[in-house]
């Protein structure tokens, strides 16, 4: 495996651009891996880079007919708390991200949805992670039963948009992709940015990427 090569973004200044010139995997997890890469930097010098390699992952936040949303309470080991956050999950090999989202979803709340709208790409942590989440929102809700993982333990709740920003507001609430997952609600309610919505089975539900998505670690030479 080489060192990667992204895409640059449009309008980005050419004299900040970094190429990777070697590189070399520190540790192979079950899914995740960790790189060094030695890159090339503006001033000519040579600098390492040590970062994740992650598969992509999607969020749904999921809107109730009364506006309220659908959201998980889970213990995430790696900062010690119970954290509430919008369901999410990595992307399985080969998968598409709605076929992900609907997954994820129907997996973890027991929800499904008549309708779904892109919202959007993020990349949580850019300095230390190739990791983007599509962000989806899902509507005309029916709830079903659920199939959790095992070894996966998670409650539901449902909670009101000024519920879930005096949580963030009191510092309750921190999970990255949760926050952005709160803008774009925010927006959306009040007309300020708007959604696409189509049938759950509308051939037009492709599988979007943001113009941002990293390009596939596997694919570099």
Not at 25 to 41: I, P
Not at 134 to 141: I, M, P, S, Y
Not at 143 to 154: A, H, K, Q, S, Y
Request: hydrophobic share 40%.
């Amino acid at each position: 495996m080489g060192p990667s090569e992204h895409p640059p973004l449009p309008g980005a200044a050419a004299d900040l651009l970094e190429r990777g010139v070697s590189r070399s995997v520190l540790l192979t997890g079950d899914f995740l891996t960790v790189l060094r890469d030695h890159a090339q930097l503006p001033d000519g010098s040579v600098g390492k880079r040590e970062f994740v390699v992650h598969p992509g992952a999607v969020m749904v936040v999921p809107l109730l007919a009364d506006d309220r949303v659908v959201m998980e309470r889970q213990y995430r080991y790696p900062v010690g708390r119970v954290v509430l956050e919008f369901p999410a999950g990595k992307l399985d090999a080969g998968e598409g991200s709605l076929a992900c989202a609907q997954r994820e979803l129907q997996e973890e709340t027991g929800y499904t949805a008549r309708e779904w709208a892109f919202a959007g790409v993020i990349h949580p942590v850019v300095s230390y992670s190739t990791e983007h989440i599509d962000v989806w929102f899902a509507r005309g809700l029916a709830l079903g039963d659920r199939n959790l993982d095992t070894g996966e333990f998670l409650d539901v709740v449902t909670c009101s948009v000024s519920e879930l920003e005096l949580g963030v507001r009191q510092g309750q609430v921190t999970d990255a992709k949760t926050l952005v997952g709160l803008l774009w609600l925010q927006n959306h309610l009040s007309g300020r940015w708007s959604l696409e919505w189509l049938p759950v089975d509308d051939p037009k539900q492709a599988q979007p990427r943001g113009p941002w998505a990293p390009t596939d670690p596997g694919a570099a030479s």
